[in-house]
Protein backbone atom coordinates (compact mmCIF):
# COMPACT_ATOMS: atom_id res chain seq x y z
CA UNK A 1 0.00 0.00 0.00
CA UNK A 2 2.54 2.49 0.92
CA UNK A 3 3.95 2.05 -2.64
CA UNK A 4 0.66 3.03 -4.12
CA UNK A 5 0.71 6.15 -1.99
CA UNK A 6 4.44 6.74 -2.92
CA UNK A 7 3.45 6.44 -6.63
CA UNK A 8 1.13 9.38 -5.95
CA UNK A 9 -1.77 7.79 -8.34
CA UNK A 10 -5.03 9.33 -9.26
CA UNK A 11 -8.38 9.00 -7.57
CA UNK A 12 -11.34 8.52 -9.28
CA UNK A 13 -15.33 8.96 -8.05
CA UNK A 14 -17.75 7.62 -10.46
CA UNK A 15 -21.23 7.62 -10.06
CA UNK A 16 -23.22 4.55 -10.96
CA UNK A 17 -26.02 2.05 -10.50
CA UNK A 18 -24.75 -0.90 -7.92
CA UNK A 19 -24.68 -4.06 -10.83
CA UNK A 20 -22.44 -1.75 -13.18
CA UNK A 21 -20.00 -0.86 -10.33
CA UNK A 22 -19.71 -4.62 -9.81
CA UNK A 23 -19.39 -5.97 -13.33
CA UNK A 24 -16.89 -3.05 -13.19
CA UNK A 25 -14.76 -5.12 -9.94
CA UNK A 26 -16.13 -3.43 -7.26
CA UNK A 27 -16.60 -5.74 -4.29
CA UNK A 28 -20.17 -5.08 -2.39
CA UNK A 29 -20.45 -6.67 0.90
CA UNK A 30 -23.46 -9.23 1.55
CA UNK A 31 -26.42 -7.69 3.38
CA UNK A 32 -25.32 -4.27 2.72
CA UNK A 33 -27.97 -2.03 1.43
CA UNK A 34 -27.23 -0.06 -1.58
CA UNK A 35 -29.57 2.62 -3.39
CA UNK A 36 -29.96 2.96 -6.93
CA UNK A 37 -26.67 5.13 -7.22
CA UNK A 38 -23.33 4.28 -5.67
CA UNK A 39 -20.24 6.01 -5.35
CA UNK A 40 -17.37 4.27 -6.64
CA UNK A 41 -13.40 5.03 -5.95
CA UNK A 42 -10.76 3.27 -7.85
CA UNK A 43 -6.87 4.51 -7.16
CA UNK A 44 -4.17 2.97 -7.84
CA UNK A 45 -2.06 1.07 -10.76
CA UNK A 46 -1.03 -2.38 -11.34
CA UNK A 47 0.40 -4.13 -14.63
CA UNK A 48 -3.00 -5.83 -14.71
CA UNK A 49 -4.75 -2.47 -14.54
CA UNK A 50 -6.41 -0.86 -11.15
CA UNK A 51 -5.08 -0.96 -8.15
CA UNK A 52 -7.97 -0.62 -5.72
CA UNK A 53 -12.30 -0.45 -6.80
CA UNK A 54 -14.29 0.15 -3.89
CA UNK A 55 -18.13 1.29 -3.30
CA UNK A 56 -17.68 3.70 -0.81
CA UNK A 57 -19.97 6.29 0.96
CA UNK A 58 -16.97 8.36 2.65
CA UNK A 59 -14.59 11.43 1.96
CA UNK A 60 -11.63 10.81 -0.15
CA UNK A 61 -8.25 12.79 -1.39
CA UNK A 62 -7.72 13.90 -4.74
CA UNK A 63 -4.45 11.62 -5.06
CA UNK A 64 -2.74 8.42 -2.88
CA UNK A 65 -0.24 11.03 -2.49
CA UNK A 66 -2.22 12.90 0.06
CA UNK A 67 -2.37 10.02 2.62
CA UNK A 68 0.77 10.09 3.75
CA UNK A 69 2.36 7.06 5.75
CA UNK A 70 0.02 4.03 5.86
CA UNK A 71 -0.11 1.53 8.82
CA UNK A 72 -1.67 -1.17 9.24
CA UNK A 73 -2.76 -1.74 12.77
CA UNK A 74 -5.11 -3.95 12.70
CA UNK A 75 -7.25 -6.75 10.53
CA UNK A 76 -9.59 -9.21 10.99
CA UNK A 77 -12.89 -11.98 9.61
CA UNK A 78 -15.50 -10.34 8.28
CA UNK A 79 -17.01 -13.32 6.85
CA UNK A 80 -16.05 -15.40 4.45
CA UNK A 81 -13.11 -14.58 2.37
CA UNK A 82 -13.58 -10.88 3.10
CA UNK A 83 -11.24 -9.29 5.73
CA UNK A 84 -11.45 -6.05 7.51
CA UNK A 85 -8.19 -3.92 7.60
CA UNK A 86 -7.87 -1.13 10.51
CA UNK A 87 -5.01 1.17 9.53
CA UNK A 88 -3.70 4.75 10.53
CA UNK A 89 -2.47 7.55 8.07
CA UNK A 90 -0.66 10.31 7.98
CA UNK A 91 0.39 11.30 11.32
CA UNK A 92 -1.26 9.02 13.74
CA UNK A 93 0.68 6.51 11.93
CA UNK A 94 4.19 8.73 12.59
CA UNK A 95 2.89 9.00 16.01
CA UNK A 96 1.68 5.66 16.39
CA UNK A 97 5.16 3.79 14.70
CA UNK A 98 7.54 6.78 17.36
CA UNK A 99 5.65 5.46 20.48
CA UNK A 100 6.67 1.68 19.24
CA UNK A 101 9.80 2.72 18.38
CA UNK A 102 10.12 4.33 22.13
CA UNK A 103 8.65 1.34 23.80
CA UNK A 104 11.22 -0.99 21.85
CA UNK A 105 13.77 0.86 23.09
CA UNK A 106 12.98 1.37 26.63
CA UNK A 107 12.40 -2.77 26.42
CA UNK A 108 15.89 -3.61 25.00
CA UNK A 109 17.59 -1.47 27.79
CA UNK A 110 15.79 -2.97 30.37
CA UNK A 111 16.95 -6.27 28.42
CA UNK A 112 20.47 -4.64 27.92
CA UNK A 113 20.71 -5.04 24.32
CA UNK A 114 19.53 -3.06 21.33
CA UNK A 115 16.65 -2.20 19.46
CA UNK A 116 18.61 -3.24 15.90
CA UNK A 117 20.37 -6.56 17.47
CA UNK A 118 17.04 -7.21 19.08
CA UNK A 119 17.04 -9.69 22.43
CA UNK A 120 14.88 -12.36 20.78
CA UNK A 121 12.22 -14.53 22.61
CA UNK A 122 13.94 -17.53 23.18
CA UNK A 123 17.29 -15.61 24.46
CA UNK A 124 14.90 -14.01 26.85
CA UNK A 125 13.34 -17.49 27.96
CA UNK A 126 16.45 -19.09 28.54
CA UNK A 127 17.18 -15.62 30.97
CA UNK A 128 14.42 -16.01 33.03
CA UNK A 129 14.93 -18.58 36.32
CA UNK A 130 12.25 -21.30 36.05
CA UNK A 131 9.15 -20.10 38.62
CA UNK A 132 9.17 -21.75 42.32
CA UNK A 133 8.03 -25.57 42.92
CA UNK A 134 4.89 -24.25 45.08
CA UNK A 135 2.92 -26.78 47.16
CA UNK A 136 -0.05 -26.82 44.71
CA UNK A 137 2.54 -26.99 41.70
CA UNK A 138 4.10 -30.06 43.38
CA UNK A 139 0.60 -31.62 43.59
CA UNK A 140 -0.33 -30.84 40.33
CA UNK A 141 3.05 -32.52 39.00
CA UNK A 142 2.30 -35.73 41.02
CA UNK A 143 -0.89 -36.15 39.91
CA UNK A 144 0.20 -35.36 36.10
CA UNK A 145 3.03 -38.29 36.88
CA UNK A 146 0.18 -40.28 38.70
CA UNK A 147 -2.14 -40.09 35.27
CA UNK A 148 0.65 -41.07 33.27
CA UNK A 149 1.15 -44.21 35.55
CA UNK A 150 -2.13 -45.50 35.16
CA UNK A 151 -2.56 -44.79 31.66
CA UNK A 152 0.56 -47.05 30.91
CA UNK A 153 0.42 -49.66 33.49
CA UNK A 154 -3.70 -50.52 33.71
CA UNK A 155 -3.81 -49.95 36.85
CA UNK A 156 -7.00 -47.37 38.05
CA UNK A 157 -8.38 -46.79 41.11
CA UNK A 158 -6.95 -45.16 44.68
CA UNK A 159 -6.08 -47.85 47.88
CA UNK A 160 -7.03 -50.83 46.48
CA UNK A 161 -5.35 -51.75 42.89
CA UNK A 162 -7.31 -53.82 40.69
CA UNK A 163 -6.56 -54.46 37.03
CA UNK A 164 -8.60 -52.09 34.24
CA UNK A 165 -9.74 -54.54 31.57
CA UNK A 166 -9.45 -53.18 28.08
CA UNK A 167 -10.96 -54.42 25.32
CA UNK A 168 -8.53 -56.13 22.78
CA UNK A 169 -6.44 -56.46 25.42
Request: charged residues 30%; positive net charge.
Amino acid sequence: MNAQVRGNGAVTTLLMTPDDAIAMGAMALFGEKYGDEVRVVSMGSTEDGTYSIELCGGTHVNALGDIGLFKVVGEGAVSSGIRRVEALTGEAARAYLTSRDDRLRETAAVLKSTPRRGPGARRIAARRPPPPRTRTRRREEGARARRWWIGRSGWAGTGRRRRVHRAGA
